[in-house]
């Protein structure tokens, strides 16, 4: 039987997130270098280092990803006000990064393809800046609905996440598939629900525990033809 719905994943499947994330980063680095004086590998440091922090400090919520902390963070570990450059540091970075966004090839015909279905986009990562990627690849027409893990309130592969994004398009699991990139966060989640989960392989290795539920593609031109086979 046809899915009724697709659960799809945004950063790094529908573009790749390395070519917009490099240069942000290294932006918003040289930006806080000139203004804080620390040379850029200190403030490259720090970054890595702040990151990691909050990463473990608010592992599992929305907030772990947000650039803001991060570079507060980076603020407090060098030792000036995090009032002064970290908000601007964050617009530095999402501007560079915003701009920098390329979708993967195939991409907007694989959209065109299953118009018949329903579409959610569920992504970790907070609102403001998940729907400013989309309306920045004027996705905003083409999806029912939008989950992010902050307004969830946790991450992938947490059912509650994908319960969300199912709820809200008056769905059942077992007529909906899961599309991503990450084998642990977006096939592991969907298959845990009984949902058929379309694994877009990349250069990642693969998982030594497969599942029948999960299907590997590398190309969206392939996922065309995938969804509708079973």
Partial sequence: MPFKAVLLDLDNTLYDYETAHRPALEAAITFLSDASGFGV?????????????????????????????????????????????????????????????????????FLDSIKDMQIAIVTDLTAQIQFQKLRHLNFQNRFQAIVTSEEAGIEKPDARIFNLALNKLGCDAADACVVGDNWKKDILGGVNLGMRSFWMRLQQEKPRVSSELAVEFETFEQLKTLIRSF
């Fill in 41 to 109: 590998d200190t403030v490259g440091g720090a970054y890595k280092e702040g990151r990691s922090q909050i990463n473990r400090e608010l592992s599992g919520q929305g907030a772990s990803h947000s650039r803001l902390l991060y570079f507060q963070r980076v603020s407090e570990l060098l030792g000036f006000d995090p009032c002064l450059h970290s908000l601007e540091a964050e617009r530095v970075y999402w501007e560079r990064f915003i701009s920098k966004m390329e979708l993967r090839p195939g991409a907007i015909e």
